[in-house]
């Protein structure tokens, strides 16, 4: 007997209704994204594992697929080193490519290999899956959509603020209210790290940070102990902990914290600078709060961050994140080019949207008219109709088979067709069609000029 075919954990089959509700979801990013100015361009769905590898800390690299060299992929690996069966170092020898993890290396490397074709500041999106070796979870998958924007070859933190009116508008066309936009800045966590004496410790630092609202504040300070935070350290971060407040109570509060840290005050000059001009333009349905504990354990943010959740009430991780980098480009030998994005995280997006069943009813029904089989003459008769009707940008088709009218009507009502053509002898001698709207069972005869119009 044959086995019962499966997909690999973390990936999924889409149906065509959850394919239209994507779609959806793509186009309101996707016209918010050109709205802001911002230009498409697309990236291999694998780098060199030298474009990828140390770019994201350590935590990030073990979650990159590795590919298998092609042919004999075990030639290059000798007698010791495979006895040996140290994975790490064999990795190199038995792989040169990894799929991408995200999209925003992949796009410093564009940026530095078409450097001479692009016009600076250059603002790009992107709409392209990622793969990650994670632990399959809800709203957690191993292969999912990343919605990015970015723009690079500007220090201004103009690019901050129109990212969150940006997130803020993509959340407006979706319907989503209450989504609650996350902001910090790393040169905070660099001042805070200098204030507690683990400068050395900073990615260690913020890493364990990061987990705050996963593990809790206890497990944090273990893990950093863990790391070689010294306890005295540890101790001086209890303030951060319970730090709470409107935006500006924080700041002040923030500010006695990292009195002695220049870097920590450049980051909270940064912060208000941005809250200041939000707070002027206004957001239309998101709201924009400090977070003190938001890390984002990636390695290349160098200012503010930014990390997207959604409404009170909906069991969901984060839906959106991103930040400034101020030299990402430099580790592919371009110098002083700096960037800051933004990412939307799609499949948790729809997760909450499905949970607050804000899909528009129609957003599945891909065919506007059904047209039954009666028979081959009612058949090409009912194909030119429907090659007029599909000029005019009319989604029509014919049901195949001139099965049972009872079969075909259900099959209608199956796919959601609000609109049905009859054609039968009658019809044929009139040069007429004759119309019946599924949810009245209204029926009218029609000539196919008014056909149009009316399904129009």
């Not at 361009?41 to 092609?70: A, H, Q, V, W």
């Not at 899909?359 to 009912?382: H, K, M």
């Amino acid at each position: 007997m044959a086995q019962k075919p499966s997909i690999p954990k973390g990936t999924r089959d889409f149906s065509p209704e959850q394919v239209a509700k994507r779609n959806y979801i793509f186009g309101i990013i996707k016209k918010s994204f050109e709205r802001f100015g911002f230009q498409p361009i697309e990236t291999p769905s694998f780098e060199n594992s030298e474009t990828l590898m140390g770019k994201y800390g350590e935590e990030g690299d073990r979650l990159i697929f590795k590919i298998l060299n092609s042919g004999d992929y075990l030639r290059k690996v000798d007698d010791a080193l495979y006895s040996a069966k140290d994975a790490n170092k064999m990795t190199s020898k038995i792989s040169e490519k990894a799929l991408r993890y995200d999209l925003t290396v992949p796009f410093a490397r564009y940026v530095v290999q078409h450097q001479n074709e692009i016009e600076f500041p250059f603002k790009r999106y992107q709409i392209q899956p990622v793969w990650r070796a994670d632990r399959p979870q809800k709203g957690r998958f191993r292969e999912f959509f990343q919605c990015d924007a970015d723009v690079v070859g500007s220090k201004s933190l103009w690019q901050e603020v129109e990212f969150v009116q940006l997130y803020d508008d993509v959340f407006a066309s979706l319907g989503l209210e209450g989504v609650c936009i996350k902001i910090n800045n790393r040169k905070i966590l660099s001042g805070i790290a200098e204030v507690i004496g683990a400068q050395d410790k900073l990615i260690d630092f913020t890493v364990a940070l990061d987990k705050l609202d996963k593990i809790g504040e206890e497990k944090v300070k273990e893990e950093m102990l863990n790391k070689g935070i010294p306890q005295e350290g540890i101790d001086k971060l209890q303030p951060l902990f319970s730090i709470s407040g409107t935006f500006e109570a924080q700041i002040k509060s923030l500010k006695s914290i990292l009195s002695t840290s220049e870097e920590g005050l450049k980051g909270i000059e940064e912060l208000e600078f941005i809250d200041n001009a939000i707070s002027s333009l206004e957001l239309k349905t998101a709201r924009m709060e400090l977070d003190v504990t938001l890390a984002r354990g990636l390695n290349y943010y160098t200012g503010a961050i930014y990390e997207v959740a959604a409404p009170e009430g909906v069991n969901m991780g984060s839906i959106g994140g991103g930040g400034r980098y101020d030299d990402l480009t430099g580790i592919f030998g371009l110098k002083d080019v700096s960037g800051v994005g933004i990412s939307f995280g799609l499949d948790r997006i729809y997760l909450v949207l499905e949970e607050l069943n804000l899909f528009p009813e129609t957003v599945s029904n891909t065919i506007d008219v059904l047209f039954i089989n009666f028979g081959e003459s009612e058949a090409l008769y009912s194909l030119k109709a429907i090659k007029a009707l599909r000029q005019q940008g009319i989604n029509a088709e014919l049901y195949p088979d001139t099965s049972k009218m009872k079969k075909q009507m259900n099959y209608a009502n199956k796919r959601q067709i609000s609109n049905v053509v009859l054609v039968g002898d009658e019809e044929l001698l009139s040069n007429n069609y004759t119309l019946k709207d599924m949810s009245t069972g209204e029926q009218q005869k029609l000539s196919l000029e008014a056909l149009i119009k009316a399904i129009q």
